[in-house]
Structures are given as structure tokens and as C-alpha cells.
């Protein structure tokens, strides 16, 4: 049997093979490859149970231990807080959960207010753009580069590097990419530590639960681990959102006419595409049965929130997008003790970022056929290479900008934040 969630298909669209899979059985065994298989979990219930269960451990290193490996991942990437159980992994997550308060990010919205006006204003007078090269990757890259006090000069290699680390069947270019990435990571600690900034890696260097602190290891792998998981889900959350609204000018117009929707929207919009699609690696610590099937010990699960945000048992009509839909039990962020520690800030850079867009930029529609957008490769993260657009200017306060429809289709420009926007061909598959 094939691998069901591998194909250009699923990439294109997982959604069907979603459906197909879990109208047999919310749960199932599925193969996955080079002779191995795990159990793959599509049903919202299912899948809520599951990221709650205890008996699913996210250690990685003790699954791991005892199999041959010809993988050389830093332990700051391999070994992060998202493959810790407890207790550990709770202690982690309180030195670090202070930093992703809903305060602190209302404290940086003027922030990235600033740098998503910034970078439409730099694609506005073309009437076109792309909207994942030009705003979903630079934005939420230069927001937490920005948190964690990254020098300018070295965010371009610290994107890349990043990048790097979702390098489909290249295993030596991730390896790299850990290693580089772990060592810029503990060079940067040091330097905070001398030079105290106020960043938030000055703040996770002073960190404290009584007389409980992170060690050297422990900051660099937290480091590593906010720098990418602080963009690489957002850039593909904005993207899928934007392309969700173009595909239902309907729901775009709702927002037009009534932009106070946009905060409870943003709900619906993760339910109807999540940015992930399968969530991080888990596996069994003692037989158990879920969804009516067998799970033996010692196996991987895949929870896979794209699935279970459109189970019509618990979503009605999951494939239309409705704006006015009560979504927010989806599970696009997870649930439970590992849900998306970032998720506000997430939230509030993807409305920020949607808000601008609309109020900027008029009419606005895709440049290309919709069948002609390509994807990511990846199972784990749902996401597009490039989101083509063009529209019609619209200054502050309103007023359409001087424009002549199709103006700048071919127009060669200076891309915003130039250095943060090579291109992305980083085609994941972890799992």
C-alpha cells in the first residue's frame, strides 16, 4: 500500500484524502514509508483525545536511543521543549510561557503594525505582489527576530538556516543547518548575557521559578526553537488565509464591510486551512485503543489538526469557509499541555497583517489561476511557495491611488526587506 499522505495530489489539496481516510476510521494504521507505518488520527474527538493523552509521549531522544542513525541534528534542534514530556517539559514552559503573554504581544502590536505597513507600502505602488514573499515570510521573520534581539546584519543567514532545517530528502543540509543555526544561537546568548538589551533572549537568560533557571543548553534550544516556529507556521497561516478570502470574495467583501469580524474570522480561517497539517511527533508508551482501533506500544501517531478541523461530525459543512461559523474549538494551534505556545502572537500578526492588506489594497484578486499555485512538499507544515496578486492601491484615509489596471504586471522592483526574501524552496516533510 502507498503512502496516503505523500503524492502531488495531497500536496495540491490534502482535504479529499483526509476525508476518504477518515470516513473508514477515524484512527488507522498507514503507511509511511521504507517499511514502516504509524497510526494516523483524522477525527476532530480523535484527535482532541489524543493530544491529551498521557500515554502519547513528544520524547524523541528516548524513542530514538535505540535505533541506528546516520543523522547528525544539533540536540538544540533535535531535543527542543516540543520533545519533552513531563515534568520537564512543564518546567520549560513556565521559565518561557511569561514572554507569549496576551499583554506582552498587545505591548508589540504597534510593531507590527509598523512593519506591515512598511512592507505593503513597498509593493503598494506596483498594484501587484506576492503575498507570502512579500509579507506572510518577512513579517512574522522580522517580529521575532526582533524579539529575540538578532542583529540585522545576520537575520538573512539566520532565515535561511531555517529554512534549511524543512530541506526535504536532503539530510546533510538540515544537519548543517542545526549545527550553524545551534552555534549562532549560543554565540548570541553570550553576547546578551555580557550586554544585557531587553530582548527577549536577555529575558530568558534571567528567567526564574523559584531558584530554578535555564542552563546553557536549555536557552540555546529555546532560542533555536522560537526563531523557527515563531515564523515558519505564521508565514504559512497568513498565506492560507489570504488565499482562502480570494477564493471567497464573498467573505472578503464581509470583511471590507465590517473589519471588526476579522478577530473572531481568523478562527474560521485556521479551521478551513490549517497551517499544520500534521502536528509534531508523538508516539506510544503502552498499548491503547482510540476511535475504536488498537494501538500497540512503542508506535508513532500522527494527529493531524488539517484532518480533524474538517470532520463534519463536529464542523457542519467543513469544506465551506464561514465567517460566521463558531470555530474556536479548532485545533490548528493543538490543544492541551503542548498547544502553540506562540498562538497570540500568531494571531495578532496574521489579523495585523490581513487588516493592512485590506485597508491598502482594492480590488483585490489573484495574478494566476488558482490550479496554478504551488504548494510546499511537506506533510507537516500546509503552506504555499508564492501567492501572486494584484489589486488596486488605496492610500491612508481611503482614496484610491492613481492606477491603471494591470499596471505594473511586468515591472521590475526591489522587493521589500530584500535580504529577508530569498527564495523558498524549503519543502518539509517532517514527521
Not at 497568513?238 to 471588526?260: K, V
Not at 470532520?311 to 493543538?334: C, E, N, S, V
Not at 480590488?363 to 504551488?374: G, I, K, S, T, W
Amino acid at each position: 500500500m502507498s503512502n496516503p499522505l505523500q503524492g502531488p495530489e495531497f500536496h495540491l489539496n490534502p482535504y479529499p484524502a483526509y476525508a476518504q481516510l477518515r470516513s473508514s476510521a477515524p484512527v488507522q494504521k498507514v503507511p509511511t514509508g521504507h517499511g514502516r507505518y504509524s497510526y494516523l488520527i483524522t477525527g476532530y474527538a480523535e484527535a482532541r483525545a489524543a493530544f491529551t493523552d498521557s500515554r502519547l509521549s513528544k520524547n524523541t531522544a528516548r524513542f530514538f536511543a535505540d535505533k541506528p542513525s546516520e543523522r547528525n541534528l544539533h540536540p538544540a534542534v533535535s531535543q527542543t521543549m516540543l520533545a519533552t514530556d513531563p515534568p520537564h517539559h512543564a518546567r520549560l514552559r513556565r521559565l518561557v510561557t511569561q514572554a507569549f503573554t496576551r499583554g506582552t504581544v498587545d505591548r508589540l502590536r504597534p510593531y507590527i503594525q509598523q512593519v506591515s505597513t512598511g512592507l505593503v507600502d513597498t509593493f503598494l505602488p506596483d498594484g501587484r505582489a506576492d503575498l507570502v514573499e512579500d509579507l506572510a515570510v518577512p513579517l512574522p521573520v522580522t517580529v521575532i527576530c526582533h524579539m529575540l534581539g538578532v542583529p540585522e546584519a545576520d537575520r538573512p543567514a539566520v532565515r535561511q538556516w531555517s529554512n534549511d532545517l524543512f530541506a526535504a530528502g536532503q539530510p546533510a543540509r538540515i544537519d548543517a543547518a542545526s549545527h550553524a543555526l545551534a552555534e549562532f544561537m549560543t554565540d548570541l546568548v553570550e553576547t546578551k548575557r555580557r550586554s544585557p538589551d531587553g530582548s527577549l533572549l536577555t529575558d530568558l537568560i534571567a528567567a526564574r521559578d523559584g531558584r530554578d533557571a535555564l542552563d546553557e543548553s536549555e536557552l540555546v534550544s529555546l532560542a533555536v526553537l522560537l526563531l523557527v516556529a515563531g515564523h515558519e507556521t505564521t508565514t504559512n497561516f497568513i498565506g492560507n488565509a489570504a488565499l482562502a478570502l480570494l477564493q471567497h470574495p464573498e467573505s472578503l467583501a464581509q470583511l471590507r464591510e465590517d473589519p471588526e469580524l476579522l478577530g473572531t474570522a481568523l478562527d474560521e480561517l485556521l479551521r478551513f486551512d490549517s497551517p499544520v497539517g500534521i502536528a509534531t511527533f508523538r508516539y506510544t508508551t503502552e498499548p491503547l485503543t482510540l476511535g475504536g482501533t488498537d494501538i500497540p506500544s512503542g508506535v508513532p501517531v500522527l494527529i493531524a489538526p488539517g484532518a480533524a478541523n474538517r470532520d463534519p461530525a463536529h464542523f457542519p459543512d467543513p469544506d465551506q469557509l464561514d465567517l460566521d461559523r463558531t470555530a474556536k474549538d479548532h485545533l490548528a494551534f493543538g490543544h492541551g499541555i503542548h498547544r502553540c505556545l506562540g498562538a497570540p502572537l500568531a494571531r495578532a500578526e496574521a489579523e495585523i497583517a490581513l487588516d493592512t492588506l485590506l485597508t491598502r489594497c482594492g480590488r483585490l484578486r489573484l495574478a494566476v489561476p488558482a490550479e496554478d499555485l504551488q504548494w510546499r512538499r511537506t506533510r507537516l507544515m500546509r503552506g504555499l511557495e508564492s501567492l501572486p496578486v494584484v489589486f488596486q492601491p488605496v492610500q491612508p484615509g481611503g482614496r484610491p491611488c492613481q492606477y491603471t489596471p494591470g499596471a505594473g504586471l511586468n515591472s521590475s522592483r526591489t522587493p521589500p526587506r530584500a535580504e529577508l526574501l530569498q527564495p523558498r524552496h524549503n519543502h518539509s516533510d517532517v514527521s
